[in-house]
């Protein structure tokens, strides 16, 4: 039976791995996509943020099924925002302890659901290995004390020294969580400069060290975070370099065994991303101010408990492209409110919000447009989901063709991806999604200015491409949720 590595590169952009695969200039996945099969649009989750992203692969579902809604969201057990550290200031508001708790801890072992076994559980439960380097979605049963390094532990006040972390047969987390190095310690790029080793190298050299050792598990997920910050910083469509490093990693990887073709009779690899990004114009008008459009309601902050005493009405969590406002109080009241006033702003590509049960609207921002739909009815899309609706399919860029099939265009999988997202965990909300060009401001909101920026439903955020070499796979309509089932049914299940 082969092995299984997955390659999973963060805000990977199909138009640029394209043009680069085109031009030779990535000969590992140059020869991964010459003796494999290539996708080039593959669906990822909404809102398109790596958390939500990489809980819909490891786990086969939705956030409506996996619980993880976003980055940024309101917990309605605890009554608080959780937030990954979006950015420096969030994580010296909230507090480094908490940020770290949330990521460590609390990310797989309490948001991400129990009724949802990952692809490690399932696996492993099976007598298979597996391992993770660096993704922070790696729940497993196996225990973990993760060392925090003293800068680190230095911010938090030394309340935060060390963790108890589940995971699979092996995981890597920077230098919090790793295996002896085979090297210097030196070699390996570590610290604060080099992000606590979360770096595309560190996780190189790691996954390369446990094959070399002779300890690569049967199946592996080595995730690479640089290429994210680089599109953010120079624009999705700029990231040619950094993908490039990435392609000498994976390469430095197959390396180990001695020839590439080697690598393919003893491995089935995987290489995709989680999603893409879209470019956010330069000026201020780009930035969509939620705290100044919804000022006149009373804001629950990062640090506060919502209760009867503080009397706040919305908590607003932005996902750079996409935002969620849940309403805490009044709750039909209030949401009418805030639907009112977002409608009126025509850079809100889509309002979205649940009526009832299995019912739901979608507005777009500037227009009179609305739309009704529901799960279970006459309309059929690719994925075989039955729908039913009313109203304008403009407001979702859909249309019915002939014997009642429905397909989106620009915003695909549209409805399905939509009500994931107003399902996801318990709460009144809103969900907005931009339009092309423009991201969400407010407090704690990660901001790029003509940079990179994902989230929303629309297509160039929400697509990726994916390399398959090793084992025959026909995806029709691939969505990242289907790297549960064919990982599975590689190994036999």
Same mark, same amino acid.
């Given at each position: 039976m082969?092995?299984v ?13 394209a ?5 030779g200039?990535?000969?590992a996945?140059?020869?991964l996509?010459k ?7 593959v ?14 692969m490891?786990?086969?579902t939705?956030?409506?099924r996996?619980?993880v809604?976003?980055f ?14 979006a950015?420096?200031q969030s994580?010296i508001?909230i ?6 708790r949330?990521l460590?801890?609390?990310l797989?072992?309490e ?5 949802t ?17 660096n993704?922070f979605m790696?729940r497993a ?6 060392k ?8 938090t006040g ?7 972390v589940?995971?699979?047969s ?13 090297? $210097?310690a ?7 400069l080099n992000?606590?080793?979360?770096n595309?190298?560190?996780?190189g050299?790691i996954?390369a ?9 049967d ?5 690479f975070?640089d ?6 910083h120079?624009?999705p469509?700029?990231?040619g370099p950094?993908?490039?490093?990435a ?11 001695g *020839?590439?073709?080697?690598a ?7 290489v995709t ?6 470019l956010?114009?330069?000026g ?8 100044r459009?919804?000022k006149s309601?009373?804001?629950l $902050?990062?640090t506060?408990?919502?209760s009867?005493?503080?009397n ?9 492209r ?19 006033i ?5 850079r ?6 649940k ?7 979608v507005?777009q ?11 279970v009815?006459?309309?059929q899309?690719?994925?075989?989901q039955?729908?039913?609706?009313e ?5 979702v860029?859909a249309?019915?063709?002939c ?7 620009k ?5 399905g991806?939509? *009500?994931?997202a107003l399902?996801?965990?318990?709460g009144?909300?809103v ?5 092309s060009?423009?991201e969400?401001?407010?407090a704690g909101?990660p901001?790029h200015?003509?940079g990179?920026s994902?989230?929303s439903l629309e297509e160039?955020? *929400?697509?990726v491409?994916?390399i398959?070499?090793g ?12 790297l ?10």
């Amino acid at each position: 039976m082969k092995k299984v590595i997955l390659f999973v590169v963060d805000s990977l952009h199909p138009v640029v791995l394209a043009r680069l695969l085109s031009e030779g200039y990535v000969p590992a996945f140059r020869f991964l996509a010459k003796h494999g099969t290539y996708f080039e649009r593959v669906v990822s989750s909404f809102p398109t943020m790596t958390p939500v992203a990489t809980s819909s692969m490891i786990t086969g579902t939705w956030p409506d099924r996996h619980g993880v809604p976003g980055f940024i969201w309101y917990n309605e057990d605890i009554r608080k925002i959780v937030d990954y550290g979006a950015t420096l200031q969030s994580v010296i508001k909230i507090g480094t302890e908490k940020v770290l708790r949330n990521l460590l801890i609390k990310l797989n072992q309490e948001h991400l659901s129990s009724d949802t076994p990952t692809l490690y559980e399932e696996l492993e439960s099976k007598g298979y290995s597996t391992g993770n380097v660096n993704l922070f979605m790696h729940r497993a049963t196996r225990p973990y004390k993760a060392k925090i390094p003293f800068s680190l532990s230095l911010a938090t006040g030394f309340r935060f020294t060390e963790a108890e972390v589940l995971g699979p047969s092996h995981l890597t987390l920077g230098q919090l969580v790793h295996p002896t190095f085979a090297e $210097r310690a030196s070699a390996y790029p570590r610290g604060p400069l080099n992000r606590f080793g979360f770096n595309d190298a560190f996780s190189g050299k790691i996954s390369a060290q446990l094959i070399r050792e002779g300890k690569q598990p049967d199946f592996m997920v080595v995730y690479f975070p640089d290429n994210d910050k680089y599109s953010h910083h120079y624009g999705p469509l700029r990231t040619g370099p950094s993908i490039e490093q990435a392609d000498l990693l994976v390469a430095s990887v197959l390396d180990e065994f001695g *020839s590439w073709e080697k690598a393919l009779e003893e491995n089935v690899i995987i290489v995709t991303g989680d999603h893409a990004q879209s470019l956010v114009g330069l000026g201020n008008e780009y930035l969509i101010d939620l705290d100044r459009a919804l000022k006149s309601f009373k804001r629950l $902050r990062a640090t506060e408990e919502a209760s009867g005493n503080n009397n706040k009405e919305i908590a607003i969590c932005p996902n750079e492209r996409m935002a969620f406002i849940y309403v805490l109080q009044r709750k039909n009241e209030i949401l009418h409110d805030i639907v009112g006033i977002l409608a009126k702003d025509p850079r809100n590509a889509q309002i979205a919000w649940k009526i009832s049960e299995n019912k739901y609207c979608v507005l777009q921002g500037g227009t009179e447009k609305q739309l009704f739909f529901g799960r279970v009815g006459p309309y059929q899309d690719v994925y075989g989901q039955t729908w039913t609706f009313e109203g304008d399919l403009t407001v979702v860029d859909a249309q019915v063709k002939c014997k009642q099939k429905i397909e989106f265009g620009k915003y695909p999988d549209a409805f399905g991806r939509l *009500s994931s997202a107003l399902e996801a965990r318990s709460g009144s909300r809103v969900v907005v999604s931009a339009v092309s060009g423009y991201e969400y401001l407010a407090a704690g909101a990660p901001i790029h200015p003509g940079g990179g920026s994902h989230g929303s439903l629309e297509e160039e955020d *929400s697509t990726v491409p994916m390399i398959v070499t090793g084992m025959p796979v026909r995806l029709d309509y691939p969505r990242i949720i289907d790297l549960f089932p064919m990982i599975m049914g590689h190994f036999g299940f």
